[in-house]
């Protein structure tokens, strides 16, 4: 964790490296059930399903093996959102209206109420405002941060986050 009047997280490459070793065992388990599984329809389809769900996870994974940006900006400007392949990028703290630190299946987010969630949504692709409107509908906010690659403890980031948010006047906002 980079920090003086900024913060800048990073990937940490132990954790990516368990990922990816995780999603290898997942499209494992696909080959396996589609050569050695029974006939019908129901395994071949949990096989590919595997095989592609995962198999992409790992091909995301090594890009950002690869990848030495920081995968979180927080300065005197906003937010920069790097952390996956339809991450927010830049938010300006004048469209944050709220941070908060959420658990979804064992995962941390930074998740980020905006006042101008539109506006926001309108500069995006169509395949992120889908993404955003399934994760609307399970009661989440436009913009979470995926902090499953870090290292650093999720709780002391949100908590440097905050403290950054309030350090640039944005107390009335958090």
Do not use: C
């Amino acid at each position: 964790m980079k920090e003086n009047n900024h913060l800048e997280i990073y990937n940490s490459h132990k954790v990516i490296i368990k990922l990816i070793m995780s999603g290898f065992l997942f499209v494992v388990v696909g080959i396996v059930l589609i050569l050695l599984g029974p006939e019908d329809g129901e395994m071949l389809i949990i096989g590919w399903l595997s095989i592609i769900f995962f198999g992409l996870g790992v091909i995301i994974l090594i890009i950002r093996f690869f990848s030495f940006k920081p995968i979180l900006i927080v300065n005197d400007f906003g937010i920069t959102d790097n952390s996956t392949a339809i991450a927010a990028g830049f938010i300006p703290w004048s469209n944050v209206k709220s941070i908060d630190l959420i658990d979804v299946a064992g995962v941390a987010y930074i998740s980020l109420d905006l006042y101008d969630k539109e506006g926001y949504l309108a500069k995006t692709s169509k395949f992120k405002q889908k993404v955003v409107e399934v994760n609307k509908e399970l009661g989440f906010e436009v913009v979470l941060i995926n902090l499953q690659t870090i290292s650093e403890d999720p709780e002391e980031v949100f908590n440097r986050i905050i403290e950054l948010a309030n350090k640039y006047g944005k107390k009335d906002r958090i």
